[in-house]
């Protein structure tokens, strides 16, 4: 496993994460890359339609420098509906099958928002990482049984749920609010006693586009709770509607939110596009 040395003079206990008794330093940015087992997500570069394609794409992007791979079988874009648990099983099991015989101790998250689903993979494959839009509030078992897993947990902030979050996002102050949601949240799960804790403002989710900028541009105010920041905007709407573009034509805008990103102190890019990422992370690392 490369850069996960904790002898870096940047290390910090709580800029790191446990992945399974390995110890990821995110002191120094890091790119965690998409897998959608999806028919609808929102930008079709994402999607698998079967195992072998995930294989394919996860194979590619770990070449490419990805630290870890994000699975998701359920769309959450504006607008999608749910799926039932069973059904999310039945398209996330193939795929982490072949990506662990693959790949055995490669950092593995699971983009889900169910218990049971956080559970079962865990139990059955191992994974190092779940990856909560909700951060429990879809589903009330959620804190607990991440409690119980003791793996770290990504909780990102979403008003009203992916059918209905676009319709009317509404703040009085966009960050304060953002600001008080995590307290909440990291305070309940510490109190459990999970500390492997990553923070996500959760771009696109219940925000406008005014909004969305406004959150990119004070994002170093969530450095006050001294836990890692991850930022997941890759080809949004926010990119490729202020672009008047769409998904597909969103990489250099995408590029451009992710350097500004870094330099607010995010620790994570969750990203399509590895490549680019990496090569941002990388000028970003020899200016700063």
Do not use: C
Not at 34 to 50: K, M, Q
Not at 122 to 127: M, T
Not at 268 to 275: G, K, N, P, S
Request: no cysteine; proline share 5%; net charge negative.
């Amino acid at each position: 496993m490369k850069n996960f040395s904790t002898s870096s003079p940047l290390f910090s206990r709580n800029l790191s994460l446990n992945l399974g008794g390995t110890i990821m330093n995110l002191s120094s940015p890091r790119v965690m890359g998409i897998i959608n087992a999806t028919p609808d997500s929102f930008f079709g570069g994402s999607r698998v339609s079967d195992a072998a394609q995930a294989l394919e794409k996860a194979r590619e992007m770990i070449q490419q420098g990805a630290d870890i791979l994000d699975v998701g079988a359920v769309s959450t874009r504006p607008g999608s509906q749910e799926i039932s648990e069973t059904e999310e099983l039945e398209r996330l099991s193939p795929v982490l099958e072949v990506l662990r015989e693959a790949f055995p101790d490669f950092p593995l998250s699971v983009d889900t928002w169910r218990a049971g689903v956080a559970r079962t993979v865990r139990e059955r494959f191992g994974i190092q990482l779940i990856n909560d839009i909700s951060a429990g509030s879809l589903d009330p078992k959620m804190f607990p049984t991440m409690a119980q897993l003791g793996i770290p947990y990504i909780i990102m902030h979403m008003q009203g749920t992916p059918a209905n979050m676009q319709n009317d996002p509404a703040y009085e102050n966009v960050v304060d609010e953002l600001l008080q949601f995590f307290a909440e949240k990291v305070y309940k799960l510490r109190k459990l006693g999970l500390n492997d804790i990553v923070i996500d403002p959760g771009f696109g989710f219940g925000k406008t586009l005014e909004q969305n900028y406004t959150l990119l541009g004070q994002l170093d105010s969530f450095r006050m709770f001294e836990l890692p920041l991850m930022v997941g905007i890759s080809r949004k709407s926010m990119i490729y509607k202020l672009l008047e573009s769409e998904p597909a034509h969103a990489l250099n805008g995408s590029t451009a939110a992710h350097m500004a990103a870094l330099l607010k102190g995010t620790n994570l890019l969750r990203v399509h596009d590895v490549q680019a990422a990496v090569e941002t992370v990388k000028i970003f690392q020899q200016i700063y």
